[in-house]
């Protein structure tokens, strides 16, 4: 089994096999849209591809290998999922407080060990995700973490901003135009030139468009962030290395907040040049404050 044997979107089954292929999975993973079921799924089919024990990368999951078999049947000691109590089955500070100090434990079986964390969005309150943070900006080694939502905008910006957002339903608008305006609005953020940035912003249509390409310009500042931690670049890399000698790891952060506020301003309609125009004054001033 493997990522093209899901009912997601085209453009997300191909992201996930390349970054699959290439061993290249981000440490921090949250899965956005979509229904319950298919959220839970994709989280699952993630985890079982990390525990498993097939050598070739390429044909993991191999669905056959012991670790395989213990996944499939939600027995895998490797796979531990966040449990929940109460009446709301919330992920409570002091459950997150025990996978912090779990999570530094090396695996019991596997090579990596994976913790999933569904309806992030519903079930931890923000004092839960504030907890989670310091884990999720410093993980421990071979340690992935999978949390599921309806909508990634009901998290913190402080958590999307250390995790790399999949969305089963908004991938097909990432085509190559989106890309590579993501792209230049991304790299416009360091031009000596503010009116480049400005010039770019202003070439986004309507809201539609915006929330695809400044989720786009958000990837790639996160990719500018693992680089400048050691791990690997997703969406671009040659555009991530350029920010990441640029960029200190404080302002990457706080750029991503920026953008992921910008996005959920989106949804109360708010004028597009207005937002633009906001934004670019922002992401200046974080760039080139001294």
């Known amino acids: 089994m493997n990522f093209f044997d899901i009912e997601i979107g085209e453009q997300l089954k191909s992201q996930l096999c390349s970054l699959a292929d ?5 440490h921090a993973v949250v899965i956005n849209g979509g229904s319950v079921e298919k959220r839970q799924a994709l989280a699952r089919l993630l985890a079982n ?8 990368i ?6 056959k290998c012991r670790h ?4 499939s049947s939600d027995s ?47 079930r931890m309150a923000p004092v839960a995700q504030n907890a989670f943070l310091k884990t999720l900006e410093e993980p421990p080694k071979n340690v992935m973490f999978i949390l599921t939502c309806e909508k990634s905008g009901s998290l913190l910006s402080t958590i999307l901003s250390r995790c790399t957002v999949f969305s ?3 991938n097909a608008e990432q085509t190559p135009e989106i890309l590579s305006l993501s792209k230049s609005i991304a790299l416009s953020v360091v031009d000596v030139k503010e009116i480049n940035l ?20 958000s990837d790639i500042f996160r990719d500018a962030l693992s680089l400048s931690i050691g ?14 000698l640029k960029l200190t790891k404080s302002r990457l952060l706080s750029l991503i907040d920026v953008i992921n506020s910008a996005i959920s301003k989106i949804d109360y309609n708010i004028d597009i040049n207005l937002l633009t125009t906001w934004l670019c004054g922002e992401l200046r001033r974080i760039a080139w404050q001294r």
Not at 49 to 56: F, L, P, S
Not at 68 to 71: T, V, Y
């Open 76 to 122: 895998h000691c490797d796979i531990i999922k966040a449990q929940g109590s109460g009446k709301t089955d919330s992920i409570s500070v002091e459950e997150i407080r025990k996978i912090t100090k779990s999570s530094v434990i090396k695996p019991n079986e596997a090579d990596k060990k994976v913790y999933l964390l569904f309806e992030a969005d519903k």
């Open 49 to 56: 591809w990390a525990v498993c024990g097939e050598k070739d």
């Open 68 to 71: 395989c078999q213990k996944a």
């Open 198 to 217: 400005l010039l770019n912003l202003g070439k986004i249509a309507d809201r539609k468009e915006a929330v695809a390409v400044l989720s786009c310009v």
């Open 168 to 170: 089963i339903d908004g």
């Open 231 to 244: 791990s690997d670049a997703v969406t671009d890399r040659e555009s991530a290395e350029k920010l990441s």
């Open 22 to 26: 290439s061993n290249r999975f981000p």
């Open 58 to 63: 390429q044909n993991r999951p191999c669905g």
